[in-house]
């Protein structure tokens, strides 16, 4: 059976404490084994680093951003095996992968304006012939931890930033789903990047905890769930380094009665259950202002779910797949279940659906809950599948107070014709990424991508222009060099 390993030092390694079982969701047969590394092969990763790290910090911005155009052109060469590794071991169909690698190829473009980005501050004559300018330095070694959900994407919305502001990068993807990202580092390799500048390694928390502690590792990004997020921050911010973590979400949109209700049944279809829910942008939460408009929309709702079609990637006419493991097809139905013991009414079930020839994939069909209320743990936790719950509520103060009471605050959206409505959501909803009439309002690579809340544990965001600082130091210096023969008398007072 093939065994997913380690890409260290730019040579491909099976070191293993364990190895782990990789399913093929759609069939729920176990399709390969990740090696789960051991804290040497971390070490060894970390060391890789630091050691690649000096002449990696001084080749010119403008090298390393080479590197990062023809990394692009690699990436683009080699998009239909991308997406097949995503297909195998995430279940995504090949369009919602393809999506998802465009989103990450974008984040190597933005990469390549690194030294536009990179040029720093400068302020001539801020004293008798004295000079300041601000320059970004890089970190060292930093690291990234991903999660199942974006393979290919999230990790690169995080090294080729990393790498091109002259860092070192050791990548811990998700063990359900590693061998995209494993590939795409052998790409980096094959666009030109230095040995040791770009390691993989996978595992589980004994890989993560040798990251969060070793003193060498500068800086720690990670996306994943939120009580991990909590925890990376917390360790990793102990040891002294700098963190963004971002965490789980719930995003609501809501209806208003003067929405324009087609254009917000076709957007909620997709983005509740595209990705069979498994995205942190996921709309989850249906928010309808007044029992009108919560009629009409679940009438349009069910037409829309009825012709929806579940199944194997391989199946290009699928619109999408199944959930990742057989647990969480457990932990999914588990929350339907509960929705239905508190009252919620069922409009459509995805529980008992059997999909031919897969019968044991892990698929969970498009479930439409009605009557929910903030009580509910349905509501109140993460459920990360096929699952749109809808809340019917009086006001739009009442749907903002309930997005606001919400543990978190990754993304929202409104849909409405009424653009004092939408202005006043934008400037008063606690949430990070914020759509008028956008299902998906997930910010483009040139803006940074975070949420607020128990939806992010740091300061900066994902990738764009906090990505720069994120992964960068800045240093100020100032200088004089005074003309010939001017000497300055000695001065006691603070300069000015
Ligand atoms: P997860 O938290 O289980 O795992 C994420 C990473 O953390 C993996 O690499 C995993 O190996 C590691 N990990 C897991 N348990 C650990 C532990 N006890 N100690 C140290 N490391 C540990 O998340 P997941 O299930 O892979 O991904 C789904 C979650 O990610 C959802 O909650 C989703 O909302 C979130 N997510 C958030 C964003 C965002 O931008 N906010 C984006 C994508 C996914």
């Known amino acids: ?22 399913y093929n969701p759609a069939t729920g047969e176990v399709s390969k084994q990740v090696a789960i ?6 070490e060894d990763a970390i060391s890789a680093a630091q050691a690649a790290y000096p002449a990696w910090r001084a080749t010119p911005p403008a090298k390393r951003a080479r590197i990062m155009f023809r990394f692009k052109e690699l ?21 919602d992968a393809a999506g998802e690698l465009q989103r990450g190829i974008e984040n190597v473009e933005y990469a390549c304006y690194a030294p536009e980005l990179l040029k720093g501050e400068h302020s001539r004559d801020v004293g008798p012939a004295i000079d300041s300018w601000s320059e970004f330095q890089a970190l060292g070694v930093v690291a990234g931890i991903t999660p199942f959900n974006f393979p290919a994407m999230v990790p690169l919305w995080m090294y080729p930033m990393a790498i091109v502001c002259g860092n070192c990068f050791v990548l811990k993807p998700s063990e359900r789903d590693p061998s995209a990202a494993l590939y795409i580092a052998e790409l980096l390799a094959e666009a030109g990047l230095p040995a040791g500048v770009m390691n993989v390694v996978n595992g589980d928390k004994v890989a993560v905890d040798t990251l969060l502690s070793d003193a060498r590792v500068q800086a720690v990004s990670f996306v ?6 909590q925890y990376i921050y917390a360790t990793a911010t102990a040891n002294g380094k700098r963190c963004q973590a971002l965490g789980g979400a719930k995003n609501h949109a809501i209806i208003m009665p003067d929405a324009d209700l087609d254009n917000a049944v076709n957007a909620l279809t997709g983005a509740a259950f595209g990705s069979s829910g498994e995205r942190c942008m996921a709309l989850s939460v249906a928010v309808c202002v007044g029992s009108e408009t919560q009629a009409a929309f679940i009438t349009r709702m069910k037409q829309a779910m009825a012709p929806l079609r579940v199944g194997a990637c391989s199946d290009r006419k699928n619109d999408f797949g199944p959930v990742i493991t057989r647990e969480h097809q457990e932990k999914v139905v588990g929350f339907i279940d509960s929705a239905e013991a508190d009252g919620a009414t069922i409009e459509v079930d995805g529980r008992h659906l059997r999909v031919a020839g897969h019968e044991n994939g892990f698929f969970v069909g498009a479930t439409l809950i009605n009557n929910v209320t903030a009580g509910m743990d349905s509501y109140r936790q993460e459920i990360f599948g096929p699952v749109l719950q809808v809340i019917c509520v009086e006001s739009m103060r009442a749907a903002m107070d309930l997005i606001n009471d919400h543990e978190y605050g990754n993304g929202t959206c409104i849909f409405t014709r009424d653009g004092e409505a939408a202005r006043y ?23 940074s991508f975070g949420g607020w809340k128990h939806s992010l544990f740091g300061d900066l965001h994902a990738y764009g222009p906090d990505a720069v600082r994120f992964y960068t130091r800045r240093k100020t210096i100032t200088q004089r060099w005074p003309s ?4 300055e008398g000695v001065e006691f007072a603070f300069p000015s």
């Open 75 to 95: 990436l683009e060469k080699n998009a239909d095996t991308i997406c097949e590794l995503i297909g195998e071991e995430h279940g995504k169909i090949p369009h």
């Open 1 to 22: 059976m093939t065994i997913v390993g380690h890409l260290i030092n730019g040579i491909r390694r099976t070191d293993a404490e364990r190895t782990q079982d990789i």
């Open 37 to 42: 590394a051991p804290v040497a092969a971390v």
């Open 425 to 447: 959501f934008t400037d008063n909803i606690l949430v990070g990424m914020v759509g008028i009439n956008v299902p998906l309002p997930v910010p483009v690579s040139y803006h």
């Open 484 to 487: 010939a023969g001017v000497r």
């Open 224 to 229: 994943g769930s939120t009580p991990i997020a």
